[in-house]
């Protein structure tokens, strides 16, 4: 049978001969041809897929350069400097009253005061190549990024240099994610461009917290040596320099954990202990970056440190500082409330803008007359001889003739925290009769409506007054008297005695408003309302909402600086963190009243303290010239007096603050409580005397008529005039002023209108 063609062809002699001719492949460059490809595969697959990475990248990092490149400024950053409240003692030297701050105690420190080695001692710590890198540490940043990954180094690595904890800082931009880094490296690159190492530095070291409310390098130093910052020793600076890296564990003044049994011990070391420790490493960087000689490292490391403990002894109630005085608290509200006026902004924004802002408040203090006026209130016996169950509370204050307050006391008794309720400041009380020597008399004095010896007939307005329930009542009637003597008193009398009829009748006739744009305008008066443009606010002090303490005492300058009133004031200066002044206080007079009106009532008003009829006797000094004048409101609720001595013009309130009755017989008189407060210290005013003026006439006046004495006057006393208004001379005819008797007296309700003096 034949065969099949292709069988014939497969072992045809040619097909042999190809067969034969055929090469066997070596399985080693097979293998190795293998892996060639595999490699060169791969190779393109990483080439590939690294271009598609880089464009990604590419594009990722261009939209943060196009959208978040923001400007950074380092104005921006929210540093809370401490404020300081300075005054001066009696040698003229500047004293620390207080401190205040609410988020850290922080006080801004130059970098030219920072010494050298304590600025390398942060920089080789924190930021090894700060003065190398533009804002971003390539290497510190990709080690922790390799480090994220495969955690090669047992923990977490932070790779932020100086400049971007800062500008995180700025911006409060504290994502954890891989966008918020990218903005950051942006960010801390463009702060750089614009921003020299120096300020950085400055920044940071001013920013940073060092353990509890201490933020910043000078508050830390002020805090654990006491010393300022320029004086620190390499060793201390090391040891500050421990601390940013975990504040609340590092600093040395913290206790540690504490065991079962409450002790300190263990394997949970105290911050001294932990805070050595880390200044090893510290003083190593130092040296290893040449910035201290081996001995210098050798003489830190030996270096006994001095700490500074705290005073356990502080306030819970006000942001950690020690309770307050009086007039600290004055200075922060009066502070508070020009940056409101200032500024446009609410009471709270304006006291976080004080309190945070690193403000120097020059004060108007007299610190031994303030620590003398809070001994005086703290001690019940000032006030009373006997103890009361419900006893009044108090409030005094005292200026110069200047409007520098001098000492402020708000309350009796120890003072229960810092920023508390001052009733001097800021509580409207009824003035009483404290109100004629600025409204009736002052007002006729400076308008020649009257002189020392104008005659007044005791008794009531020819109009009677309304009462609440409608009856008709003759008004005013006088301090402690149901009765009219209707006899002919002269101006200074009237006043000695605090006769409530004849400011009555001065309103009625000077006409009420024209003495109400006085008190408000001349004397500066904030209180006042449309409706005490009438007689009964004006002569007895009746006013709706009443004046506080401090404008009352301000009101009387006047009548011991030659007719000057002055704004008072707590402060002088304000000066900010930069050191600009932004609040200096204007000492720009008003000339309330002329020199002579104020000559004629300092005369006027001295009658009051050494008239035998005088209401203020109990307020007379031995030594030392006295003006002033007593007030009671409605009901005995509110007792004032007002007393000036060369030097100074104060006041004295007492009441409660709820208005009810003051117990007869148990508290002392207001000018006897005055006298005993500040007696003291207007005695050592001895051999000063009130300001002159040449122009008033020391004249005769008839004792009968209240006309200049003339030969036929059997008997005359001293008066004191004006130049523009000097009464006539009498004529000889002396008549008694006639007394009546009004038999209506007796069926009158006295409990309505108020009894004032």
Not at 69 to 94: K, P, Q, W
Not at 118 to 142: C, L, M, S
Not at 715 to 725: A, L
Request: with cysteine.
């Amino acid at each position: 049978m034949a065969k099949n063609p292709e069988e014939r062809f497969e072992n045809s002699p040619e097909k042999t001969k190809k067969k034969k001719k055929k090469r066997k492949v070596n399985p080693i460059k097979r293998t190795l041809a293998v892996i060639g490809t595999t490699i060169l595969s791969l190779f393109l697959i990483v080439i590939i897929t690294s271009s598609i990475i880089a464009a990604a990248l590419t594009v990722y990092v261009l939209q943060f350069a196009d959208q978040d490149t923001v400007d950074i400024s380092l104005s921006d950053l929210n540093l809370d400097y401490t404020t300081f409240i300075y005054g001066y003692d009696e040698n003229d030297a500047l004293v620390e009253l207080a401190s205040i701050s609410r988020n850290a105690d922080r006080i801004p420190v130059s970098i030219d005061r920072v010494p050298q080695h304590v600025q390398d001692a942060f920089v080789y710590t924190e930021d090894e190549r700060f003065y190398e890198h533009a804002g971003v540490d390539w290497k510190r940043t990709f080690t922790a990024f390799l480090n994220e990954i495969l955690d090669f180094l047992g923990s977490r690595q932070g790779g932020s240099t100086i400049t971007q904890q800062l500008v995180k800082n700025v911006t409060g931009d504290k994502e954890a994610n891989w966008d918020r880094k990218m903005r950051e490296i942006f960010r801390a690159a463009q702060l750089e461009r614009y921003s020299p190492k120096p300020t950085i530095l400055e920044a940071y070291l001013n920013y940073i917290g060092f353990g509890g409310s201490a933020a910043g390098i000078q508050s830390a130093s002020l805090k654990y040596f006491g010393k300022d910052v320029s004086e620190l020793t390499i060793a201390e600076g090391a040891c500050l320099a421990a601390i940013p890296q975990s504040p609340e564990v590092l600093n040395p003044f913290y206790k540690g954990h504490a065991d079962e049994k409450g002790e300190y011990a263990g394997i949970f070391r105290t911050g001294k202990e932990r805070n050595l420790a880390r200044q090893k490493t510290v003083l190593w960087q130092m040296y290893k970056n040449a910035c201290i000689s081996k001995k210098q490292y050798e003489e830190a490391l030996a270096e006994e440190k001095q700490f500074v403990y705290p005073n356990a002894k502080k306030d819970d109630d006000d942001d950690g500082n020690d309770i307050q005085d009086w007039f600290v608290d004055m200075v922060i509200y009066d502070v508070i409330s020009e940056f409101q006026d200032m500024y446009g902004i609410e009471q709270d924004e304006a006291s976080d803008m004080l309190y945070n802002g690193g403000y120097e408040i020059y004060t108007t203090v007299d610190i031994e007359m303030q620590k003398t006026v809070e001994a005086k209130y703290k001690d019940y016996t000032t006030f009373s001889e006997n103890v009361l169950a419900d006893p009044p509370e108090s409030a005094f204050i005292c200026m110069d003739y200047s409007g520098n307050i001098k000492a402020v006391v708000g309350r009796i008794g120890e003072k229960s925290g810092s920023n508390v309720w001052n009733i001097a400041t800021r509580s409207p009380r009824q003035p009483g009769s404290c109100i004629k020597p600025i409204t009736s008399y002052g007002y006729g004095i400076e308008n020649d409506f009257l002189t020392w010896s104008t005659v007044f007939t005791n008794k009531p307005l020819d109009t009677p007054v309304i009462d609440e329930d409608g009856v008709s009542r003759k008004w005013p009637y006088n301090y402690n008297s149901k009765t009219w003597d209707y006899g002919g008193y002269y101006t200074f009398q009237a006043l000695q005695r605090s006769l409530n009829t004849i400011p009555a009748q001065l309103i009625e006739k000077e006409t009420p408003q024209a003495v109400f744009e006085f008190l408000q305008n001349r004397f500066q008066i904030t209180t006042l309302v449309a409706d005490d443009a009438n007689i009964a606010p004006l002569s007895v002090g009746a006013l709706t909402k009443g004046l506080t303490l401090k404008e009352l005492v301000a009101a009387y300058q006047p009548f011991g600086n030659g007719g000057k009133y002055y704004r008072p004031t707590s402060y002088t200066q304000v000066v900010d963190a930069n050191g600009k002044v932004v609040l200096e206080h204007k000492y720009t007079p008003i000339q309330s009243i002329s020199k002579e009106s104020a000559y004629v009532m300092n005369k006027l008003l001295q009658t009051v303290i050494e008239g035998p009829n005088g209401t203020g006797r109990a307020a007379r000094l031995v030594n030392t010239p006295l003006i002033g004048k007593t007030g009671t409101s409605q009901n005995w609720w509110d007792l004032s007096f007002v007393g000036c001595t060369p030097d100074y013009v104060s006041g004295v309130w007492y009441g409660y603050e709820t208005p009810k009755e003051i117990p007869t017989g148990t508290y002392y008189s207001s000018s006897q409580v005055w006298k005993n407060v500040f007696g003291d210290i207007a005695e050592k005013e001895e051999g000063k005397e009130f300001p002159e003026c040449q122009d008033v006439r020391e004249l005769y006046y008839c004792t009968k008529t209240g006309l200049l004495a003339s030969g036929t006057c059997p008997t005359g006393s001293i008066g004191y005039y004006k130049s523009t208004n000097i009464p006539e001379m009498c004529s000889g005819h002396h008549e008694e002023p006639k007394k009546e008797e009004d038999s209506s007296t007796a069926s009158v309700d006295w409990t309505v209108p108020a009894v004032l003096h």
